[in-house]
């Protein structure tokens, strides 16, 4: 626990809020943490972890998410594991295969009582014609490497439905105002060509600069060119003979 307080502590200096999601999924069994009950269960561990960091490491920059999956079993009962209304801001549920069961929306609304609730990972996000029967779901985050799990067409119904917003859109900036100057954060620039980060370039590793993991650094590249052109990013070696890439 202890050991991530230090990084959370200088986050916490900059002004910068953390959506804080500890032992997800807590409601299974395929975590160490989770599926345990009573004094010492997985309740018991997400409220220790609370009161270290909140009550004793004083850090008051966490938004703390509370997250399950879906209750494929009766002993996977949401009510089993919340912690209580005191110890959390959102209320998660992991959702993959589309199944937005509307038991699962019904017993979080209870939960929740108010706060904010969503999809904490999903495989495909919540379709339109799911949040006409499902309106208070908020963000989602498509767990990495299932984007393409959502064809095209799909994605583009999605970006077109008013509901849903990105960057991209107008009205994304003025929702965030508000918030953002609560944590002394400047106004979100509008996504232009002329503001676009651009990282086409050859690029160096800096072994003076740079803290390995323990694999060391036997799998990085020494150099990289990377070639960015609109939305797509094009990464190679070029010390490489064979001209190989990687997109």
């Known amino acids: 626990m202890d050991s991530v307080v230090h990084y959370l502590k200088k ?3 900059a002004g910068v809020p953390v959506l804080w999601r500890p032992y997800h999924e807590m409601n299974g069994d395929w975590f160490w943490w989770g599926g345990r009950y009573g004094r010492y269960g997985t309740r018991a561990l997400y409220k220790q972890l609370f009161d270290r960091y909140v009550r ?13 999956d879906r209750p494929h079993r009766p002993e996977m009962h949401f009510s089993r594991y919340f912690p209580g209304e005191t110890c959390l801001d959102v209320v998660a549920l992991d959702v993959y295969g589309s199944d937005f069961n509307p038991t699962y929306y019904d017993s979080l609304m209870v939960l929740a009582d108010g706060k904010p609730f969503v999809p904490g990972e999903v495989g495909n996000p919540p379709k339109p014609e799911i949040l006409d029967k499902q309106p208070n779901w908020t963000l989602y985050v498509i767990w990495a490497g299932m984007v393409r799990n959502t ?7 999605r970006m077109s439905d008013k509901r849903i917003l990105s960057r991209k859109d107008p009205a994304y900036h003025p929702i965030l105002l508000p918030y953002r100057a609560a944590c002394r954060l400047p106004q979100l620039p509008l996504e232009s060509k002329d503001n676009q980060a651009d990282f086409s370039g050859i690029w160096k590793f800096n072994e003076e600069e740079s803290v390995p993991d323990p694999w060391g650094v036997s799998h990085l590249p020494y150099m990289l060119r990377i070639t960015q052109t609109a939305g797509e990013m094009r990464l190679e070696n070029p010390l490489l003979s064979n001209g190989e890439t990687t997109d």
């Not at 064809?151 to 119904?157: F, R, W």
């Open 151 to 157: 064809l095209k067409k799909d994605y583009q119904m």
């Open 11 to 13: 986050l916490q200096k």
């Open 56 to 68: 004793h490491h004083k850090l008051n920059n966490l938004i703390w998410v509370w997250s399950v």
